[in-house]
């Protein structure tokens, strides 16, 4: 809340004394409309015309009234329905928890009075929100909202807009927050008068064919037992054959789904095959509504999905799988590449000029700790920042293809109202990630290597004081370290890459057994398995961040594991990861992480211990 709203809080806001002042049934009367909108504006002007007669009594009450009308009322959250209509950094408009105390009491006292529904149900709403022992303006409310939907069937009250005249939009919501209030209120019985609004709804919806308004409406009599799920079930199916190609097919499909899920209840296998499988046609018929190959795969894979959660469609699955294989393959030709001109010249520069006055031993070490990894702090912050600067890109979910066109990973679109999920972050986080590997290998690893090996033809034998001291390699798996990382040295990215990529998962389990953890399960027959990756990172991760720390978990996550990522683990572990793929900067960075990962726990024994046996080595 602003400033100037916390003055007002603090002030009185209306008496009983301003609320006898002002005459709401004449001031309304001409607001034919069930619109809070159309009510505060004529609020407002009334409550200008009285503050420049100078009646600063009627001022205040219609000020709060048309404060009232402010407020948004979100029925999706029955535990906070009322919010402000706007937010911001800066602050908030009013909200319904600004008037506790006084001037609830205040309103309860007076609500009885207000002729118009609309703005009876929404100050006796707020008055039971606000206090719970208010049980007369609970029961307000209810039959207020109860009204408003007879009016605006029976064309007293009007739609906000003209064109949704014949819409029952509007009156789901006031019957699904009666409902909730009727609920919430400890009533075990709903009234008369809310059950008869819920049957004149469900009969406007269906007769007039606005299926959405009649799957919601229909849910909610479902829900409290006030229809026969056989004429539900009767009812839907007939709506939505006779919208069937002449309506949004999301929107059918929701008829379809209900007619399906009521033919479930009452066991009647038939009938929800055919609903089921009408409702896919409704997910091709948005199939053959985009262009792009890649949009009518994922429509034809939902459409997969859907039929196989019915069961006993394995002909149509069959069909659609070979369409989909088709769809996927001409995806291909869809997708582009572009280019970032990034000069890494001088980070180049410094790096040669970094290694080209040290040893051998110093230059293994410093390859190993000079690059300063982003951490997860870091990369959520860019990625929030970057929800800041590209709002369509975070409003959307994201997909991932293979190089054959399949779909392997999907990630979540991000709300800008509220915080992010995990899975979001790790997206975003690629992104940052990408370009990071980018500069570390164009800019570190390579101008380091080049001036290395020309310095010093390295081979296995360099390696071996570092492969048989480091807690990270398993014994028996040194030669293994010590042939990839000489090959690695030497540019055989595509051996390094098979060498020392399918090392990790063995050296992280390695690494827990040593510190006392079990990184094994035991499966149903009683056999023990050793986790795989995906595994270690979802049941022991905080064991795993213990040891190595949060940031290069999260490192190993996004680089190896997470689908929509590089995936490391699962290219080499399925013999995906082409001859092109190992020389790509994910590859090559992966093989200097795990370098990492072998040298940091030797650091502070690098000038007394693994030094000496390194130049040892060299000669």
Known sequence: MSEAQKEAVSEPWASAADFDAINLSTLLEPVDRADEFALERALLDAMKTAEEAGQDSSARALRLFAIICSFHLRVED????????????????????DLRGEPTRVLADYVSKIEHPLLRARVADVVWYNDRSQHEAATIAIESYCDLIVR???????????DLEDSVMDGVTWLRRAMQLSGLSGRRELSDALKSAASSLYDRALASGHYVNFVNIAQIRIDHDLVDIATVARDAETLAQSRVGGEYPMAVQGAWNLAAGCFARLGDKESERRCRERSVDETLRMREQ???SSARAFWT????????????FAQRIKQLRAE?????????????????????????????????????????????????????????????ENRKTSILGSLMSSSYSDREGKVIAETPAGALDSEPDDEWIKAESLRTLDLFRHQIVGGFIEPARHNVMMRFPLEERHFEPIATMSPFVPQGHEFLFMLGFARFWQGDFASAAHLLLPQLENSLRHVLLNSGR???????DMLQEDRSLSGLLLNLRPELEEIFGA????????????????????????????????????AIYACWLIYRL???????????????????AAF
């Not at 894979?301 to 006993?312: D, F, P, V, Y």
């Not at 190993?556 to 790509?584: M, Q, W």
């Not at 072998?598 to 000496?612: E, G, I, K, S, T």
């Open 324 to 384: 989909l294989r088709e769809l996927q393959d001409a995806s291909l030709d869809e997708f582009g590449q572009f280019t970032l001109p990034t000069d890494l010249s001088d980070q180049r520069k410094a790096v040669i000029e970094l290694f080209e006055g040290l040893g051998l031993p110093e230059v293994l070490l410093q390859f190993a700790i000079v690059p300063r990894t982003p951490t997860i702090e870091q990369l959520k912050s860019q990625a929030l």
């Open 551 to 586: 940031d290069i978990i999260n490192e190993i996550d996004l680089l190896f594991n997470f689908r929509a990522g590089p995936s490391l683990r699962h290219e080499v572990a399925h013999g995906k990861l082409t001859t092109g793929a190992c020389y790509h900067r994910d």
């Open 518 to 524: 079990e990184s094994s399960k035991i499966k149903p």
């Open 301 to 312: 894979r939902k459409a997969i999905a859907e039929l196989r959660s019915a069961g006993a």
């Open 290 to 292: 985009v262009d792009s």
């Open 598 to 616: 072998m040298c940091l726990p030797l650091v502070r024994y690098w000038p007394d211990q693994v030094a000496p046996a390194i130049e040892h």
């Open 152 to 162: 605006r069937l029976d064309g007293s009250l009007k739609a906000r807009f003209e």
């Open 78 to 97: 029955p535990a906070q329905p009322w919010g402000p209509r706007w937010e911001s950094p800066e602050g908030r408009s009013y909200t319904a928890s």
